[in-house]
């Protein structure tokens, strides 16, 4: 299958759909603790689903894995248990800020950092496996430009910031919590600002684990596949991560016998003690599925690429951000807000989009540099 990004934009952007809807079925989880559902649902997204898809449509999942290098089953795994820490964290932001809000100033730091940590990294460990330092990268027209994508990112994270605090001061806080039930405009940020930091991660962890890709191929998987087994490896690193803090937030807060009682226990305070055990097991579940298939369709896009696969993380971030927007909106998380707060974000998130064009852009200059 020829690779043509007239195919790999409408998956990434599949991706981006599956990133900005995932945490739409916890909303319908009720009578649970974030720990209890964020742990069910990560099981789905970091463990059953990317081995049940790279079993079912690559060739020798286990001899592939096997031939790798003892470097790149480390890096790549490395990597994704920091980017666990973002997965985890992403999972507050979206309590915190809610959907639109949220989406947008993680994943703005996200972009941007995922294109400054490696580089960064390179300066003080030389083994990190990243063409270029940052110091290389200022040294050239098209890092410059990227370098310029990056600090338009920072504006808009800063006007999206802006936006959150205008509406923390323009509602009270009944009607802020009809919309996102623990809304904290500080807590928020400092989740988000971490969560975009660590997130960024995952973008050098598919750069490491690149030759589990290539070994995957010379098995004969199909080339759009073929990116399925490196995240098998990188997710059990978010996996590692999560798992652990979810099981000391359940110890703490005794919530383990949630995951089997039918009736809640009653010094919570909820309106109804009766708990849907069945549906919160099926939401969980669908909620971790669909924030794994936004990897399924971004490794898949990346295949498509071709020799503009350098594109991919930037493509897959303002897509991300584009849907998380809509359903901010659909859910209503912005009403009774100002037109100063609605203008706000709005340019917030479009300054957001913005700066992963110019990022772009700045890759394709030194694609076509390389080229030439």
Partial sequence: MTATPLIGIPLHWLGGFAS???????????????????????IFSWVICPAVFALLLTRDLRAVIAAQSLSTL?????????WGFGGLTYGLTMRYLGLSLGTGVALGFCAAFGTLMPPIFKLILPTVPVAES??????????????SGVAICFIGIAVAAVAGFVKERELPAEQKQQAIAEFSF?????VATFCGIMSACFAFALTAANPISATSLAAGT???????????????????TNFIWCLMLIHRNHSADQYFATVADPTRSLPDLKVPLLKNYLFSAAAGTTWYLQFFFYTMG????????????TVHMASIIIFATMWGWVLHEWRGSSKRAHGLVATGVSLLVASTVVIGWGAYLKAQGAAS
């Fill in 20 to 42: 900005g809807s995932f945490y739409v079925p916890y909303r319908a989880v009720k009578a649970w603790s974030w720990e209890v559902y964020w742990l069910l649902g990560g």
């Fill in 74 to 82: 480390g890096w790549t795994y490395f990597f994704g248990l920091l």
């Fill in 134 to 147: 940052i110091l290389e990268i200022a040294s050239s027209n098209a890092g410059r430009v990227t370098l």
């Fill in 186 to 190: 500080m807590k928020g940020m400092l």
């Fill in 222 to 240: 199909d080339r759009i596949w073929s990116g399925l087994p490196k995240l098998v490896v990188l997710l059990w690193g978010g996996f590692t």
């Fill in 302 to 313: 990346e295949t498509q690429m071709g020799r503009y696969s350098f594109a991919s993380w």
